[in-house]
């Protein structure tokens, strides 16, 4: 340290040790929603992203005791700051091009996960990591107070981990949205640089590189997107595109296909297979007269069936409570007077229940990436069923092939279905194949589905087309063990295979 140089305060260096936890926590769960449109936001994505932050943060601990025994300056820590912030901001304005690359190459999931994640996260990560044994090495007066100065330097890091997470988690992303809230802890970083002695100049530059990343990096993040929001649950990503040659509004929460859409010259018209097959089902009970979804989504569905059937009711169970004003913005969605929306997690909705139903649509399993396992287990079905009418039945839409790779899952789950109720068919999609991934639509009731000819043509074709698959030696989904993500692998790779074709 140069004699002109005073020390830094002490409450400056435990404030930035604070300020840091924070950042570094905000900076892993932001990361979940920086991966999830490209890789999903399962089990797997999560432990390739927290180890990675893990092992980064390690090296920058590493290396920042190592630097801190070398040069005890203010002013490098200061800097180090500085540059945490720009790696955050660059992180910000590359992400997507960064992602875009990787979901192009022809390797495994898990490695494309986990090599993306390197690249992305890495950096700022590993120079967030050197400043907390930087800060100690300042703070640190005599070894006689080490063990003191140390365990309050890790409580407060630590205490700064809590607030940020919960903030992040709660508070932050809902309000600022994944490009914003990275932005934020990039400038917060910066900032701190200035509150230690040293050359200004550097300084000045590294918050100046700070805002000229952030102001091109809207121009780089999501530019197929209408919009891009962040909700308390999930990133939610709205683009039109072309479906069958007519111009179409998807909703999407991960990488592969969509979760709702509407035809914009025509928005009351169903446009997913499976969603209309589960009007079809409505015929198998005929004097219905009140229905469950599980799963909104952009709503299209309960705002096609409020309007179809008035004199029946539908209550709809979502999660995420600003889908409704998402789709009332996005999807032209008017709630039908015989409509009633919970914002509850289904499961939660169904033990608390003392309404019975003539049919309830499963729709909860959003894409082949995002499953809820509570939402599949035997333990689960059994409390729907004593929601469902003795003559009702239950509609699932599954992900995946009836039969070879990609069909695990399936298996699973109707081997699961199979375990609570007596009749379980299950039917593949028009002009397709057991072994191609598909919306697959399982029916479950207590009573044996008859293709009679009284039915509807689009039912009877629907239900000429039930496939069998072999769940003798099938283990059924439980609360204790719901590998949901690991039994979907090769569904997943599949489908990502085959976007890589069409593209």
Not at 197 to 211: E, M
Not at 234 to 261: K, L, N
Not at 463 to 469: D, Q, W
Request: include cysteine; hydrophobic fraction near 45%; proline fraction near 3%.
């Amino acid at each position: 340290m140069s004699s002109s140089e005073r020390p830094a305060n002490k409450k400056i260096l435990l404030t930035t040790v604070f300020v840091t936890g924070m950042v570094i926590m905000i900076f892993e769960l932001v990361g979940s929603r920086v991966l999830a449109p490209y890789f999903g936001s399962g089990v797997d994505v999560w432990t390739s992203l927290i180890g990675l932050i893990l092992a980064s943060l390690s090296v920058g601990y590493f290396f920042g005791g190592r630097l801190a025994d070398k040069q005890r300056s203010s002013a490098i820590l200061g800097v180090l700051c500085g540059v945490s912030g720009l790696l955050i901001a660059l992180t910000n304005a590359s992400r997507d091009v960064v992602l875009r690359f990787f979901t192009g190459l022809t390797l495994d999931l898990p490695i494309l996960v986990i090599l993306s994640s390197i690249v992305v996260f890495t950096l700022p990560s590993i120079c967030l990591g050197m400043i907390q044994p930087y800060a100690l090495k300042l703070v640190l007066k005599d070894i006689k107070n080490a063990g003191k100065i140390s365990g309050l330097v890790s409580t407060l890091s630590t205490t700064g981990g809590i607030i940020g997470t919960f903030l992040a988690g709660f508070v932050l992303i809902p309000f600022f949205g994944t490009s914003n809230l990275l932005l934020t802890i990039a400038f917060a970083m910066s900032l701190l640089s200035f509150l230690y002695r040293g050359k200004h100049l550097l300084k000045i530059i590294l918050i100046s590189a700070v805002v000229i990343v952030s102001s091109i990096s809207s121009s780089l993040i999501s530019v197929e997107s209408i919009a891009d929001i962040d909700t308390e649950y999930s990133r939610v990503i709205i683009y039109d595109r072309e479906i069958d040659g007519r111009p179409t509004r998807v909703m999407t929460f991960g990488p592969f296909g969509f979760q709702s859409g509407i035809y914009l010259d025509n928005p009351n018209e169903l446009v997913a297979g499976y969603i209309q097959n589960y009007d079809l089902t409505n015929e198998l009970v005929p004097d219905s007269k009140r229905a469950l979804m599980i799963g909104g989504g952009a709503f299209t569905f309960a705002e096609f069936y409020g309007n179809k059937y008035p004199g029946k009711h539908m209550d709809v169970v979502e999660i995420d409570s600003d889908l409704a004003t998402i789709s009332s913005d996005y999807f032209d969605f008017v709630q039908p007077a015989n409509t009633t929306i919970f914002a509850q997690d289904g499961r939660r909705f169904i033990q608390g229940s003392d309404q019975t139903y003539d049919i309830v649509f499963m729709d909860a399993y959003s894409g082949a990436m995002n499953i809820p396992f509570h939402l599949t287990t035997v333990e689960f079905l059994e409390e729907l069923k004593q929601v469902v009418e003795a003559d009702g039945l239950v509609v699932a839409n599954i992900i995946g092939t009836a039969t070879g790779e990609g069909s695990n899952l399936v298996k699973r789950m109707v081997k699961t279905y199979t375990e609570v109720f007596d009749e379980v068919g299950l039917y593949q999609a028009p002009g397709t194949s057991k072994n191609q991934v598909q919306n697959l639509l399982l029916i479950a009731s207590n009573n044996k589905v008859v293709n009679s000819p009284g039915l509807s043509g689009g039912l009877r074709s629907l239900l000429r087309r039930k496939v069998e698959v072999g769940i003798e030696d099938i283990e059924p989904l439980t609360d204790d063990k719901a590998p949901i993500d690991f039994l979907n692998q090769n569904a997943r790779e599949l489908i990502r295979q085959s976007q890589q074709k069409a593209k």
